[in-house]
């Protein structure tokens, strides 16, 4: 790491070793100081996007303090590096993008991956990669997935301790099916139709390929692709590198733990406790698996969609949707209905559909079990499902709760 990079730390003899007296302050800062100064200016800023966009200028200026300072300010600045304000970041990456941060892999490069990975001087312990096909709630963001990218391993620096230097964002560009990307002039990325099909899977055994060849010790994390991809990837790949998918398994274990805490915490015990799962893409059938792991069985456990409840008449279904596919009189296209007959002490939302649980839909759960745990985890905040407040009101303050 460049020196200079210390910012005004950098001690006077050390500047003029460098040769780059003049080129910062003259005062001697200690890192503490260096850290309550940049702080208050976070501080005064008014909106979250802006605190978001200093620090991110900040992580790429001055890694050391960018760290220090959210080491120690971590729940506080923990939303604004990463969700819920990351996800106007990845909306707007083509115009905000000033400088590279990470690596590119491009259909247009798949001959040449090996030579790229080669050019990258440093060794890498964890890469984050994203195709940006369904990121957050907010759908096919193209290249904008390597914000999540990033911000996902500056969590995992400030929090996990994982060398930021030894970490390494990855956005694979395969296109992009928003029709709004398709048409703006600022977007970087490649403009034209998702590859898909064998043609996809092919270009991600080439990536993964020169993945292993070049880091054979990384692990990889996919992130934010979508779920008829999701599972796929995840199998394919599972005996070529230390590898998860963290829509599927890293989302799974957190609801998962809240989940059983909040049982715990009403007295009921999960085989007993009927689970009610709305979204059934990757998130939603990544925590459908585990709690039929944790509870011994999937017969407690419903997927919901759009579509209504999961049922085994669906042409459409997935590896992943099958093992909780319901028979067909089983089935019922309301929400409201689903939560009536099935009388479920657990509701998951993953939909990304804002305001999807009404208070309707809540005032039911709140009818149909004492002590409901309730988890609306689609986010940015305006996908959410539903917001505490609303939960609460719509339950007499009897539900138990966890957000995304």
Not at 153 to 159: E, V
Not at 176 to 193: I, K, R, V
Not at 242 to 264: E, H, K, P, R, Y
Request: negative net charge; aromatic residues 6%.
């Amino acid at each position: 790491m460049n020196d200079i990079m210390m910012g005004t730390s950098l001690p006077y003899a050390e500047r003029k070793r460098q040769g780059v007296r003049g080129r910062i302050p003259h005062k001697e800062e200690s890192l503490s100081q260096q850290r309550r100064r940049i702080y208050r200016l976070v501080s005064a800023m008014q909106s979250p996007f802006d605190q978001h966009l200093l620090l991110r200028q900040l992580q790429e200026d001055n890694p050391v303090l960018f760290y220090d300072l959210v080491r120690h300010h971590l729940p506080e600045l923990l939303p604004i590096i990463y969700t819920p304000v990351v996800g106007e970041a990845c909306q707007r990456h083509s115009d905000l993008y000033l400088r590279s941060h990470g690596l590119y892999l491009s259909w247009h490069d798949r001959d040449d991956l090996d030579d790229i990975l080669e050019s990258v001087e440093q060794e890498v312990d964890v890469i984050v990669i994203s195709d940006g096909e369904r990121v957050l709630g907010l759908g096919d963001l193209g290249i904008g997935g390597m914000g999540i990218c990033i911000g996902k391993l500056a969590l995992y620096s400030a929090a996990g301790g994982i060398n930021p230097a030894r970490t390494l964002p990855l956005c694979v560009d395969v296109g992009t099916n928003n029709p709004e990307l398709l048409e703006d002039d600022s977007y970087l990325g490649w403009q034209a139709q998702r590859i898909d099909g064998e043609s996809y899977y092919h270009f991600m055994d080439k990536v993964v390929a020169a993945i292993r060849k070049r880091w054979p010790q990384v692990v990889l994390q996919f992130e934010d692709f979508a779920g008829k991809h999701a599972a796929n990837l995840l199998t394919r790949y599972r005996d070529e590198l230390c590898m998860f998918n963290d829509d599927i398994q890293g989302t799974a274990a957190v609801a998962s733990a809240c989940v059983l805490a909040g049982l715990q915490q009403a007295g009921t015990a999960l085989c007993d406790a009927p689970v009610l799962i709305v979204g059934a893409g990757s998130a939603g059938c990544g925590i459908a698996a585990m709690l039929a792991q944790l509870a011994g069985g999937s017969e407690r456990v419903w997927l919901f969609d759009q579509d209504g409840v999961v049922c085994s008449d669906r042409s459409t279904l997935t590896r992943a949707q099958q093992p909780f596919a319901r028979a067909v009189n089983e089935g019922n296209s309301s929400l409201l209905e689903t939560i009536r007959q099935v009388r479920p002490a657990v509701l998951i939302g993953v939909s990304g559909q804002g305001g999807l649980f009404t208070g309707e839909v809540l005032q039911a759960m709140g009818e149909v079990c004492e002590q409901p745990v309730i988890l609306p985890l689609s986010n940015p905040t305006r996908s959410a499902e539903a917001t505490p407040e609303q939960v609460w009101a719509a339950t007499g303050g009897r539900a138990l709760l966890a957000t995304g």
